[in-house]
């Protein structure tokens, strides 16, 4: 293993692995946001709303490819730490297998239901119209949106982060210039929008499959060693699990938001919904960065049992994640019409009704930050059961929020439902997180009294 994972390199190793993520998230981020910049500018606020309310179509497809990458690429890290590439290398081909395999099932399930979806969430005439244009494309490219997910994650397990993160900038940059060509220019609407990701997604995958067959790859794959393992794509599921019903919550309250605003409001309230969805998924993107950075580390010291390590490593990103939510909270609230005006500078309601969500809806912002640290941590350390409750407790604490507050608030009821429900969790989640890894760092000092 490099010596980036020694014990005097925390902060190195941090800095390795998170930097290379944050910009890989960023970059594969892009490609909603551009949509969303592209479609603001050139459609409008139902073309936005249009994008939200097929949002949990997307999110699910995501939902599926986080979950094979985080899933296989723990194991990974896990069996690099314990000194077994051969468990390893039929690992990341079990892995490649079941991006396939739920890529083909995500597809047929999402191009049949995403019709419904719209339908349920009370999408008017014209915003169906542009959902389905939308969802028609990018479900049909399922596969491709998966598998783009998730290999630049087991790139990164293979300790090269840096390959990950030219992979996801190539697509983003693709992404970028075929909006440009498909929006702007040929007026293709929110079919170009599909179109272009789809395309960019196809070139990321095939640029990945050549480098885990290459010299480039710690693990390189070949003919002979073409292994699927139905153990160990039962354990990649298990493991990835929790991510998934993560982004199933993360798809489920989208379109809850989407139903109360049209419910309490009009597609205006729903494009304004999509804007700080936008502006929150850069955080986010931001935060997913750092936890997907930490976690072949964090793996690698459990496999190793540094728990020490561990402990450090956590603490660096939680602070990282805290500060950087704040600082990009001031940001939103000192210069909110500014940073608006890129998606849609025409519309005054939309811009108006836009602000005050920001005000409202992203108050603990940084808390979001916080939760998604303790996911990836204890998915890291082969505790999917905790990492799945953290994710159900964030489904559940949100929820009766949102349908009593709407009731008494109307459509500020709806933006404040996420930042309380935040507080009742974190006062959960804390005190569990912090006991785990005390917990550990006293192990270890006990054995080390011992065998003193």
């Known amino acids: 293993m490099n010596s980036d994972y020694s014990n005097t390199n925390i902060r190195q190793t941090f800095l390795r692995y998170t930097i290379p993520s944050v910009v890989a998230m960023l970059a594969s981020g892009l490609y909603q946001i551009v949509d969303g910049f592209f479609i603001g500018r050139f459609i409008g606020y139902e073309g936005l709303a249009a994008i939200n309310l097929i949002w949990p179509v997307i999110c699910l497809i995501s939902a599926v ?88 994650l087991l790139i990164r397990n293979l300790e090269s982060p840096k390959i990950a993160t030219c992979l996801l900038v190539i697509g983003a940059v693709t992404n970028i210039i075929l909006d440009y060509l498909f929006i702007a220019q040929w007026q293709w609407g929110l079919k170009g929008a599909a179109l272009a990701t789809v395309i960019a997604q196809l070139l990321v995958v095939a640029f990945s499959l050549l480098f885990f067959f290459s010299s480039y790859s710690s693990i390189r794959l070949g003919l002979s060693t073409l292994t699927f ?24 309250v989208v379109a809850l938001h989407n139903w109360l605003f049209m419910k309490y409001g009009s597609p205006v309230d729903v494009g304004a919904f999509a804007i700080v969805g936008y502006l929150m998924s850069l955080y986010y993107l931001l935060v997913e960065g750092v936890a997907e950075g930490i976690q072949p580390p964090v793996s690698y010291f459990f496999g190793a049992n540094q728990n020490d390590n561990i402990q450090k490593i956590l603490k660096l990103a939680i602070k990282v994640v805290i500060v950087s939510g704040v600082i990009w909270l001031l940001i939103l ?26 005000q409202l809806h992203l108050l603990t912002l940084f808390l979001d930050g916080f939760f998604v640290i303790a996911t990836v941590y204890f998915l890291a350390i082969n505790q999917g059961a905790k990492a799945l409750m953290i994710s159900v407790g964030n489904m559940l604490v949100q929820i009766p929020f949102l349908m009593i507050l709407p009731q008494w608030l109307g459509i500020n009821g709806i933006w404040l439902a996420l930042p309380l429900s935040n507080l009742a969790l974190f006062l959960v989640v804390a005190p569990m997180l912090w006991k785990n890894v005390s917990g550990r760092c006293r192990q270890d000092q006990a054995l080390a009294l011992i065998d003193g």
Not at 233 to 249: E, F, N, Q, R
């Open 333 to 358: 609230n000192l210069f909110p019409v500014t940073i608006i005006s890129l998606f849609n500078g025409s519309d005054a309601e939309l811009i108006n009704k836009t602000q005050n969500g920001i």
């Open 229 to 252: 393992s139905f153990s160990r794509a039962i354990k990649i599921t298990k493991l990835g699990s929790s991510t998934l019903i993560m982004y199933l919550y993360i798809s489920f």
């Open 65 to 152: 490819g986080v979950m094979i990458g985080l899933g296989c690429g723990s194991l990974i890290s896990i069996n690099r730490g314990e000194g077994n590439l051969v468990t390893a290398r039929q690992t990341l081909f079990t892995g490649i297998g079941l991006l396939f395999m739920f890529g083909l099932l995500t597809m047929v399930i999402t191009f049949l239901v995403s019709p419904s979806i719209l339908v349920a969430q009370g999408a008017s005439q014209q915003t169906l119209l542009y959902g389905m244009q939308y969802a028609e494309i990018c479900t049909l490219g399922a596969v491709f949106s998966i598998s783009a997910t998730a290999m630049p």
